[in-house]
Protein backbone atom coordinates (compact mmCIF):
# COMPACT_ATOMS: atom_id res chain seq x y z
CA UNK A 1 0.00 0.00 0.00
CA UNK A 2 2.48 2.07 0.66
CA UNK A 3 4.67 4.17 -1.98
CA UNK A 4 7.99 3.07 -2.42
CA UNK A 5 9.74 5.87 -4.20
CA UNK A 6 12.57 8.64 -4.25
CA UNK A 7 12.52 10.53 -0.95
CA UNK A 8 11.65 14.12 -1.58
CA UNK A 9 14.96 16.28 -2.00
CA UNK A 10 15.77 18.95 0.22
CA UNK A 11 18.73 20.32 -1.41
CA UNK A 12 17.75 20.99 -4.95
CA UNK A 13 20.60 22.22 -7.16
CA UNK A 14 18.88 24.46 -9.29
CA UNK A 15 17.07 26.70 -7.29
CA UNK A 16 15.80 30.19 -9.21
CA UNK A 17 15.42 33.06 -6.58
CA UNK A 18 14.22 35.57 -8.38
CA UNK A 19 12.88 35.39 -11.80
CA UNK A 20 14.95 37.06 -15.05
CA UNK A 21 11.10 39.38 -16.09
CA UNK A 22 8.34 39.75 -13.66
CA UNK A 23 4.71 40.93 -15.26
CA UNK A 24 1.74 41.23 -13.33
CA UNK A 25 -0.46 42.60 -11.29
CA UNK A 26 0.39 42.90 -7.17
CA UNK A 27 -2.31 41.97 -5.12
CA UNK A 28 -2.61 42.66 -1.25
CA UNK A 29 -4.97 40.69 0.65
CA UNK A 30 -6.19 41.05 4.43
CA UNK A 31 -7.41 38.67 6.51
CA UNK A 32 -11.25 39.39 7.78
CA UNK A 33 -12.18 38.54 10.93
CA UNK A 34 -15.58 40.50 10.79
CA UNK A 35 -14.57 42.87 13.82
CA UNK A 36 -13.11 45.36 11.26
CA UNK A 37 -16.35 45.82 10.04
CA UNK A 38 -18.20 46.04 13.47
CA UNK A 39 -15.49 48.53 14.83
CA UNK A 40 -16.28 50.82 11.40
CA UNK A 41 -20.12 50.73 12.40
CA UNK A 42 -19.27 51.84 15.78
CA UNK A 43 -16.99 54.58 14.88
CA UNK A 44 -19.53 55.95 12.22
CA UNK A 45 -21.96 55.76 15.04
CA UNK A 46 -20.24 57.51 17.54
CA UNK A 47 -18.94 60.41 14.68
CA UNK A 48 -22.43 60.62 13.89
CA UNK A 49 -23.70 61.28 17.45
CA UNK A 50 -20.80 63.82 18.18
CA UNK A 51 -21.42 65.62 14.78
CA UNK A 52 -25.21 65.58 15.88
CA UNK A 53 -24.64 67.45 19.55
CA UNK A 54 -22.48 69.83 17.78
CA UNK A 55 -25.43 70.61 15.78
CA UNK A 56 -27.31 70.82 18.50
CA UNK A 57 -24.92 73.11 20.56
CA UNK A 58 -24.47 75.24 17.63
CA UNK A 59 -28.60 75.72 17.31
CA UNK A 60 -28.98 76.20 20.99
CA UNK A 61 -26.07 79.44 20.98
CA UNK A 62 -27.40 80.57 18.05
CA UNK A 63 -31.23 80.87 19.85
CA UNK A 64 -29.37 82.17 22.79
CA UNK A 65 -27.67 84.68 20.63
CA UNK A 66 -30.98 85.64 18.90
CA UNK A 67 -32.68 86.24 22.14
CA UNK A 68 -29.91 88.15 24.08
CA UNK A 69 -29.63 90.30 20.56
CA UNK A 70 -33.40 91.07 20.86
CA UNK A 71 -33.14 91.66 24.24
CA UNK A 72 -30.29 94.13 23.80
CA UNK A 73 -32.54 95.76 21.25
CA UNK A 74 -35.61 95.90 23.53
CA UNK A 75 -33.35 97.65 26.49
CA UNK A 76 -31.98 100.24 24.18
CA UNK A 77 -35.04 101.35 22.40
CA UNK A 78 -36.49 101.93 26.02
CA UNK A 79 -33.21 104.20 26.46
CA UNK A 80 -34.75 106.30 24.05
CA UNK A 81 -37.56 106.90 25.28
CA UNK A 82 -35.73 107.52 28.78
CA UNK A 83 -32.86 109.63 27.48
CA UNK A 84 -35.46 111.68 25.69
CA UNK A 85 -37.58 112.22 28.59
CA UNK A 86 -34.24 113.31 30.68
CA UNK A 87 -33.10 115.37 28.03
CA UNK A 88 -37.10 117.43 28.38
CA UNK A 89 -36.82 117.64 31.77
CA UNK A 90 -33.44 119.19 31.43
CA UNK A 91 -34.84 121.76 28.61
CA UNK A 92 -37.43 122.62 31.32
CA UNK A 93 -35.12 123.28 34.03
CA UNK A 94 -32.97 125.65 32.16
CA UNK A 95 -36.01 127.53 31.02
CA UNK A 96 -36.51 127.74 34.94
CA UNK A 97 -33.17 128.74 35.21
CA UNK A 98 -33.52 131.50 32.36
CA UNK A 99 -36.51 132.78 34.14
CA UNK A 100 -34.86 132.81 37.77
CA UNK A 101 -31.51 134.77 36.63
CA UNK A 102 -33.67 136.91 34.97
CA UNK A 103 -35.29 138.00 37.35
CA UNK A 104 -32.63 137.95 39.59
CA UNK A 105 -34.03 135.01 42.01
CA UNK A 106 -30.65 132.90 41.10
CA UNK A 107 -26.61 133.12 39.91
CA UNK A 108 -25.22 132.89 36.68
CA UNK A 109 -23.93 129.40 38.20
CA UNK A 110 -26.91 127.99 38.33
CA UNK A 111 -27.61 128.93 35.02
CA UNK A 112 -24.70 127.67 33.41
CA UNK A 113 -25.17 124.14 35.74
CA UNK A 114 -28.67 123.78 34.00
CA UNK A 115 -26.86 124.86 30.19
CA UNK A 116 -24.77 121.60 30.99
CA UNK A 117 -27.22 119.44 32.57
CA UNK A 118 -29.01 119.75 28.76
CA UNK A 119 -25.86 119.50 27.01
CA UNK A 120 -24.80 116.04 28.76
CA UNK A 121 -28.73 114.85 28.79
CA UNK A 122 -28.47 115.88 24.68
CA UNK A 123 -25.17 113.36 24.47
CA UNK A 124 -26.42 110.59 26.36
CA UNK A 125 -29.67 110.98 23.97
CA UNK A 126 -27.67 110.68 21.03
CA UNK A 127 -25.63 107.86 22.74
CA UNK A 128 -28.80 105.89 23.31
CA UNK A 129 -29.67 105.75 19.58
CA UNK A 130 -26.32 104.90 18.56
CA UNK A 131 -26.75 102.10 21.17
CA UNK A 132 -29.88 101.23 19.76
CA UNK A 133 -28.83 101.22 16.14
CA UNK A 134 -25.79 99.08 16.66
CA UNK A 135 -28.43 96.64 18.74
CA UNK A 136 -30.72 96.76 15.69
CA UNK A 137 -27.60 95.97 13.60
CA UNK A 138 -26.56 92.82 15.36
CA UNK A 139 -30.34 91.32 15.56
CA UNK A 140 -30.71 91.91 12.26
CA UNK A 141 -27.69 89.50 11.67
CA UNK A 142 -28.90 87.39 13.99
CA UNK A 143 -31.81 87.01 12.24
CA UNK A 144 -30.35 87.47 8.61
CA UNK A 145 -32.76 89.90 8.10
CA UNK A 146 -31.64 92.83 6.82
CA UNK A 147 -35.28 95.16 6.34
CA UNK A 148 -34.89 97.66 9.42
CA UNK A 149 -38.86 98.02 8.85
CA UNK A 150 -39.27 94.52 10.24
CA UNK A 151 -37.62 95.60 13.86
CA UNK A 152 -40.68 97.98 14.22
Known amino acids: MGYEGA ?3 WKPTNI ?3 PLLTAG ?3 KWE ?4 KEGKHAEETAKVGKEVLQNKKE ?3 KKLTLNLANNQTNYDIATAQINLKAKEKELAKNALVQAEKEFRYGMSKSSQLIDAENDLELAELEYQNALFNQRRAGIELMRSTQELDITKLY
Open 7 to 9: KLD
Open 16 to 18: NIL
Open 31 to 34: IFDG
Open 57 to 59: DAL
Open 25 to 27: VGF
